[in-house]
């Protein structure tokens, strides 16, 4: 079984930065890949930004060149480095593990980020 714990969130003025956390306990994969996703009120739960096995990472456009997704796996730990945080941005934020070998999908509870103007 996996569990993933976020930290980091948040309340932050616009253009300002944020570091989110997200250590996962039990087995944990070097196959696993994981990512952020965030659901802002009213809105579709969407894809932020992801990071493979591999090292190899994608964003969705709004956060292209401001969030940077890492992972340490000594550390079972992925991170969301965001700069440059807009009001748009404020959303409850997930961290996610997809396990390549079961494709089971596994989620954090939520990190609140909140950007004021």
């Known amino acids: 079984q996996v569990q993933l714990v976020e930290s980091g969130g948040g309340l932050v003025q616009a253009g300002g930065s944020l570091r989110l956390s997200c250590t996962a306990s039990g087995n944990i994969f070097s196959t696993d890949d994981m990512g952020w996703y965030r659901q802002a009120p009213g809105k579709q739960r969407e894809l932020v930004a992801a990071?493979?096995?591999?090292?190899?990472?994608n964003y969705v456009d709004s956060v292209k060149g401001r969030f940077t997704i890492s992972r340490d796996n000594a550390k079972k730990t992925v991170y969301l480095q965001m700069n440059s945080l807009k009001p748009e941005d404020t959303a409850v934020y997930y961290c996610h593990l997809f396990r390549s070998l079961t494709r089971r999908n596994y989620w954090g509870q939520g990190t609140q980020v909140t950007v004021s103007s």
């Open positions: 990071i493979t096995s591999g090292g190899s990472t």
